[in-house]
């Protein structure tokens, strides 16, 4: 079946920070990949998606490029700031044949800290 | 626009005890989605409706849980009877088009069960 791979948290930067946060996928077909991000106390909201190969999906200052030869689907951003600091999930989603619509996939979730 | 409304925000009960978490999706959205959040297991789609009809419902741990959505404004998710490792945070999420993947979710339903 689909699965989502992310790197394991916590990862603490500090403000201005490179951000990487790795995730790798394994689907049948060409599923379309997101990024969701949950701050302390809320639930999740999308950050960005992308829906076929070499798409490269923005918001907020972070990207994530669709690789299909690598299965990828990183997240990055290049000047963390505190508010920042939040869990992201990594999601693909499939198309479901009985009953139609989509299902998602997520990832365990990276937890990043982000310090002054 | 008041988004996805769940309810309670947090319940404590007693092992054995009925719980029944309640979501209102927002209005015109046809897909609604139930997940179980834990430290251990991440983020656990327990079942899908749309249209107001059941689609998947393969993550649904046990006979001891069971959803419904009488209508399309409207849906509970039960535990009857809770234990302890129900204990986590339950998320209603609610999606506008069956070809949109985007999902609008609620804040959660912390439940701890001692």
């Known amino acids: 079946g689909n699965s989502v791979t992310q790197m394991e948290g916590p990862v603490t930067l500090s403000e201005e920070a490179f951000l990487t946060i790795n995730c790798t996928y394994t689907?049948?077909?060409?599923?379309?990949l997101f990024w969701y991000v949950q701050y302390p106390g809320e639930g999740l909201q999308l950050l960005l998606k992308?829906?076929?190969?070499?798409d490269k999906g923005s918001n907020k200052g972070f990207e994530a490029t669709y690789r299909k030869e690598t299965t990828s689907f990183h997240l990055e951003k290049g000047s963390v700031q505190v508010s920042d600091s939040a869990v992201y999930f990594c999601?693909?989603?499939?198309?479901?044949?009985?009953?139609?619509?989509?299902?998602?996939?997520f990832g365990t979730g990276t937890q990043l800290k982000v310090e002054l | 626009d008041a988004g996805v409304i769940q309810s309670p925000r947090h319940e404590v009960t007693e092992m054995g005890q009925e719980v029944t978490l309640r979501c209102k999706p927002i209005?015109?959205?046809?897909?609604l989605f139930w997940y179980r959040q834990t430290m251990m297991r991440g983020l656990e789609l327990l079942i899908y409706?749309?249209?107001?009809?059941?689609?998947?419902d393969s993550g649904m741990p046990e006979d001891r849980f069971s959803a419904k959505m009488p209508n399309a404004s409207f849906s509970t998710l039960k535990i009857q009877p809770s234990e302890p490792r129900d204990s986590a945070v339950y998320f209603c999420?609610?999606?506008?088009?069956?070809?949109?993947?985007?999902?609008?979710f609620g804040s959660g339903t912390q439940l701890s069960v001692l």
């Open positions: 409706f749309n249209n107001n009809v059941p689609i998947d």
């Open positions: 209005s015109g959205h046809n897909s």
């Open positions: 992308a829906t076929k190969a070499d």
């Open positions: 999420a609610s999606s506008p088009d069956r070809e949109e993947e985007k999902l609008f």
């Open positions: 689907a049948t077909g060409y599923p379309s």
């Open positions: 999601a693909l989603s499939e198309t479901l044949l009985t009953g139609g619509g989509n299902k998602l996939t």
